[in-house]
T-cell receptor
Framework: RKEVEQDPGPFNVPEGATVAFNCTYS??????FFWYRQDCRKEPKLLMS???SGNEDGRFTAQLNRASQYISLLIRDSKLSDSATYLC????????????FGKGTTLSVSS | EAGVVQSPRYKIIEKKQPVAFWCNPI?????LYWYRQNLGQGPELLIR????????DSQLPKDRFSAERLKGVDSTLKIQPAELGDSAVYLC????????????FGSGTQLSVL
């Protein structure tokens, strides 16, 4: 089983749609969770951290379920500029250990 | 503040040739990572440094890959000899060890092995 697994893509949605991405991780000792965004031919950039209590940043909401080892990202009111690949990222265990990336899920928002 | 700087941006070589990539992390970032990203895949960790010490190199193919971070600042990743399957984007990233694990990536080196 891969350390981090994500929904297969691509997701093709119209502007204004709500879309959700899922991610599972295999290491129950993982403590840090993130969503990164990667535009075509660019480097990944941090979108948001994911906390146990859930967190929201504008149109983006991230959730963590430690019992199920599951992470989600919800994007509301999709914009054309949201088109990108979304990478689920988990650390290997204790704080400060390496961050492991999922394969990524590609989102394409159309007008 | 300057970001993570990588060079070269692109590299085209023939198989069996050596190649080296250079990375200068953000000033003050003790942790440095090298990732490899194949087309359509997420970045795959090759090696992680804490200052000058390689603390996680389990994914580095040691028969042909080597890396160094001699003074705990900039780093070099080398492949010798390169194989066709090494064609990928090689990304360098840095972070503060604690409390933040947020990674800052460089623009990467796109390697094509012919």
């Amino acid at each position: 089983r891969k350390e981090v697994e994500q929904d297969p893509g691509p997701f093709n949605v119209p502007e204004g749609a709500t879309v959700a991405f899922n991610c599972t991780y295999s290491n129950s000792a993982s403590q840090s969770f993130f969503w990164y965004r990667q535009d075509c031919r660019k480097e990944p950039k941090l979108l948001m951290s994911v906390y146990s209590s859930g967190n929201e940043d504008g149109r983006f909401t991230a959730q963590l379920n430690r019992a199920s080892q599951y992470i989600s990202l919800l994007i509301r009111d999709s914009k054309l500029s949201d088109s990108a690949t979304y990478l689920c990222v988990v650390n290997r265990g204790q704080a400060g250990t390496a961050l492991i990336f999922g394969k990524g899920t590609t989102l394409s928002v159309s007008s | 503040e300057a970001g993570v700087v990588q060079s070269p941006r692109y590299k085209i070589i023939e198989k069996k040739q050596p190649v080296a990539f250079w990375c200068n992390p953000i000033s003050g970032h003790n942790t440095l990572y090298w990732y490899r990203q194949n087309l359509g895949q997420g970045p795959e960790l090759l090696i992680r440094y804490e200052n000058e010490e390689a603390v996680d190199d389990s994914q580095l193919p040691k028969d042909r890959f080597s890396a160094e971070r001699l003074k705990g600042v900039d780093s070099t990743l080398k492949i010798q000899p390169a194989e066709l399957g090494d064609s990928a984007v090689y990304l360098c990233a840095s972070s503060q060890t604690y409390p933040s694990e947020k990674l800052f990536f460089g623009s990467g080196t796109q390697l094509s092995v012919l």
